[in-house]
């Protein structure tokens, strides 16, 4: 059999790469020659991530409300490997960053989207019966969404507003105690910490100071500053930040605001949560005043940050 000139230049390739590493490359060959043909289901493993739904109810709108959940933190993973991108990337370059901050905006945009599934997906009724099953598990506690949150910006950022001045110059350990989201899971009656919360932290405290301590000069807000006043900071990567900072802290817990209305507003008593958590306090974006990039905004707009959407939804229901 006669080889093509391609062929045998790819061949003598794969001899330079296996000797170089001490293997035998035929027997590479004969395992590609035994090899079955690869399929679009094993591939994605279709099989087992079809077998990962499993509701604790009879009801059915509850698989919907897993399977839901469950894209949303594929598209988190798809986001923290465009923050590793960034932070590990040596040299960094403007138009690098802002080519992977217009990923996760995209991955943001179509999560906010495709939140309607949870407004106006489910049967009112089945939710609030099948929620009472999954007591005291929480969207809140998303590991991930808080790891995206501490690549984002400095860690004070995520401190809760009344303590950002004070803590400062604390150190993310001190910081970490004043985080923004566990006044969202804390007892207002007592000031105790819920379940949820404390599930959390048992799970992941030690992962968010580490990752917080680690992301002290990698996280998107210094990164930014560094190319401001370097004179780097272009336009589009202006923009890219401003659109992270509205799709993370106004539009993504803005679409969980509008669900929570929709379950759980009633008179004359709102519904509580799933955790406990104070989804009223909690979600809109107004009371937190949750900004990634500070400089970036006007005195005006952070003023006044989240107030119009928070109000269109409110009139809206």
Not at 49 to 67: A, G, R
Not at 173 to 191: H, P
Not at 248 to 274: C, F, G, M, Q
């Amino acid at each position: 059999m006669h080889f093509s000139t391609e062929i045998e230049d790819r061949l003598n390739q794969l001899q330079e790469k296996y000797e170089a590493m001490g293997q035998d490359m035929n027997s590479y060959l004969d395992g590609l020659l035994y090899a079955d043909f690869l399929t679009y289901w094993d591939y994605i493993h279709l099989d087992t991530l079809l077998s990962l739904q499993n509701p604790k109810t009879p009801f059915p709108d509850e698989e919907i409300f897993i399977i839901y959940h469950q894209i949303t933190e594929l598209y988190f993973k798809l986001a923290l490997h465009e923050c590793r991108q960034i932070a590990e990337a040596a040299p960094l370059t403007a138009e690098f960053f802002t080519a992977r901050l217009k990923r996760i905006n995209r991955y943001f945009g179509a999560l906010t989207h495709s939140f309607e599934i949870m407004v106006d997906g489910m049967e009112k009724e089945q939710f609030l019966k099948f929620r009472m099953s999954l007591l005291p598990a929480s969207g809140f506690q998303s590991g991930q969404y808080r790891m995206i949150e501490i690549y984002a910006t400095d860690f004070i950022n995520l401190v809760a507003k009344d303590k950002r001045e004070e803590l400062q110059h604390a150190t993310i350990e001190t910081q970490f105690e004043y985080l923004y989201w566990k006044f969202g899971a804390t007892e207002l009656s007592t000031g105790k910490k819920t379940l949820t919360l404390k599930q959390f932290e048992k799970k992941y405290s030690k992962t968010f100071i580490e990752l917080g301590k680690a992301a002290v000069k990698h996280n998107f807000n210094t990164l930014a500053k560094q190319f401001d006043s370097s004179s780097q900071l272009t336009p589009e990567l202006r923009n890219e930040l401003r659109q992270l900072d509205i799709n993370v802290n106004v539009n993504w817990p803005l679409s969980h605001y509008k669900s929570a209305v929709r379950y759980l507003n009633r008179e004359p008593e709102d519904i509580k949560a799933t955790g406990g958590t104070n989804w009223q306090k909690y979600l809109p974006p107004r009371f937190q005043k949750r900004i990634f990039y500070p400089w970036v905004w006007s005195e005006e707009e952070k003023e006044n940050w989240g107030k119009a959407w928070v109000d269109d939804v409110l009139d809206s229901n």
